[in-house]
Every structure is written in C-alpha cells, then in structure tokens.
C-alpha cells in the first residue's frame, strides 16, 4: 500500500482544537461575527466494521422519433424499461495510523442483487459478491492506493466479453454503478479543497462524480456540494450537505477505465451509437456524522436527456434517451 505523512492526523486534531476554541470564543464574546468552522475528519475504530447498503435503479424511456404504424394517434414509438443493483459492503480497518492519521481498510461486498425489467438477466457485477480488495484512506477522506479496487473492476468487467468470429462482444452489465458506489464514496468530504480549515454552513465546493449508465459512454457530472445545516442528534452531529448536479466535459485522467481495445456492445445500446448529453440536472443530500467520522446516508437523483444516431438512418428519425437515476447509501446498524 503507498502511505502518506501520517503526522496529517495530529495536524487535523490540532486543527480541529483549534477551531473548537475559536467557535467558542467567537460564541461568547464576539456576539456570533464569524460563522463557525466545521471539520470533516473521517475515523475508522479497531476492530469495529461499518456495512452499507448500496441501491443504484434507473428509468429508462428510448423515443425512437419515428410514428408507430400502430399508434392510431400517430405517437412516436418508446421503449420503457428499469434496472437496479443493490449491493451490502462491509468495511473493517486491518491498520490504523498512530495519531488516526489514516486507515488500511478492507472492503468486501457480501451481497449483490441486480434486476431487470427487461434485457439479458446475467450480469458480470453479480461477481462482486464475496469479492474484497484493500485501500488506505487518510483522514480528508482521500484515498491513497486505489490499485486492488482497479484490478477488482478491469477483472470483473473483462468477464462481460466474448469472441464471436472476428467481433469481440460486450454484454451489458452494471460494473459502473459498482464503480459510482465505492470509488466516490468519500467524495462530498475529500473534495473540500481547504480541509483543514474547515466548512461553515452555507458554505459551497465542487467535484465531479461517475456518470453510469445503460449504454458505454465516458461521461461524468459536475457536483456542487453545499454544508446545509448541522442537526444536533442522539446519535452525534449530523452534517447536512446538499448537493446538485449538472453536465461536466471532461474525464479526469486518474478514474478507472473498465474496458480496453476493440469491441461491439450487445443490444439495443450497441445498436444505437454518436451519445451525447443533451441535458442532466438534479439534486441530493447527505449526512455526516461529525462526532464518529462517518458518513452515516446519502440520495442522490438526476435526470439525463441523452441523444443518439442510428447506423443506417431512417426519415425522421432521431432517437433521445431519458435515464431517470437515483442511489441511495444507509449505514447498517450499529457499527460492530
């Protein structure tokens, strides 16, 4: 595993110290003139493991843009159809740095379910299940070696290809949605820019998240996330950061590419070709417990319009593909 300064830790608690007394000040005697700073530190407890239940469902409508010889009413011929993943990943620390630092985490999916209303019912993600890999993770919630999960998705994914003739075929699976979940999951925190002077409510940052979907298409989406509010519970601190989303033009260089070389996509998304997103928009929130350094929940739901081309056109034709996604995150339980 590749380590980072471990002294990061104790500079985040001191930080974090420090901005506690400041609050408190600032509370007493300055009559509340500057808004206090909240630290987002990410904490893993020995021996204690944290599982999840991941859901990642989608809606999708194919207008074809041509009338159906049927409809009396002339309408344009759609498909409809909806897929789902839902997915249990259990996290135990196997390491933990000196000063909490960072964490040496091992993650195991336990469970994956994946259903189809319509479409092939094997799936490579299938294969998840019963599969771990490690990561270390410091205390800004970055991940510092993402090599093992790397090598989990390209084995994975590669299982979706066959040789047929001269063509090798892809067979439409959920390996993204396997991606958006685990490889993001920490985003909301890692991605504040100035971590270790802290976030106040109302106070926004940027980042960009995986965009899965049912056909290939390297696309992502550009997340403005917002600290909301900070509700004071039984269970510690929650934070409440919103989030919103819009269409993103690029791929950063260091993500996971699941597939490789030469190949034709089964099915209608291999039928159609040319995507590009015409319009994406949507919103979410997530809580973050301050106290134990976790994040405890998260929905997060958009709406994409996505264009497509045909290979051998037909006179009016002018297929748009609406992608309704939502995913959800829960912390199971207690920590145990």
């Known amino acids: 595993m590749l380590r980072f300064n471990e002294a990061k830790g104790a500079e985040l608690k001191a930080a974090l110290t420090f901005l506690t007394v400041v609050a408190v000040s600032i509370t007493g005697g300055c009559q509340g003139t500057a808004a206090k700073k909240e630290l987002f530190v990410i904490g893993f407890q020995k021996d204690q493991t944290l599982r999840y239940k991941f859901v990642s469902s989608r809606d ?14 002339g309408e344009s011929k759609v498909d409809k159809s909806r897929e789902s993943m839902e997915m249990v990943m259990a996290y135990t620390p ?10 040496t985490v091992k993650a195991t999916c336990e469970s994956v379910k994946i259903n189809r209303s319509k479409g092939p019912r094997k799936d490579v993600a299938r294969g998840f299940a019963g599969q771990s ?3 270390t993770i410091d205390a800004t919630g970055k991940i510092e070696d993402y090599s093992d999960l790397d090598k989990l998705i390209k084995a994975t994914a590669e299982k979706a290809f066959r040789q047929e003739r001269r063509a090798r075929i892809k067979e439409r699976e959920m390996v993204g949605d396997f991606i958006a979940t685990q490889w993001f ?14 976030v106040s409510v109302g106070e926004s940052w940027k980042s960009k998240l995986f965009l899965p979907s049912p056909m290939v298409m390297p696309e992502t989406r550009d997340v403005t996330y917002t600290l909301a509010e900070i509700r004071e519970t039984e269970k510690g601190r929650l934070a409440v950061i919103s989030s919103s989303y819009s269409p993103s033009r690029s791929l950063p260089s260091d993500w996971p590419i699941p597939y490789v070389g030469r190949y034709q996509v089964k099915g209608t998304f291999g039928f159609l070709g040319g995507y590009r997103v ?3 928009q949507g919103r979410g929130e997530e809580l973050f ?9 998260y929905k997060q739901g958009y709406k994409m319009k996505v264009g497509a081309m045909m290979p051998l056109p037909l006179p009016g034709a002018k297929p748009q593909i609406i992608v309704d996604q939502v995913f959800t995150m829960q912390l199971l339980g207690k920590p145990r």
């Open 60 to 73: 999708i409508e194919i207008n074809w843009g041509y009338k159906e010889k049927s409809s009396k009413r």
């Open 278 to 280: 015409l319009e994406l």
């Open 185 to 198: 999951l920490w985003d909301s925190v890692s991605s504040i820019e100035k971590s270790l002077e802290g």
């Open 94 to 103: 196997i390491e933990i740095g000196p000063d909490g630092g960072f964490a």
């Open 289 to 297: 417990n301050l106290d134990a350094g976790r994040i405890e929940q």
């Open 133 to 135: 890999f490690t990561f």
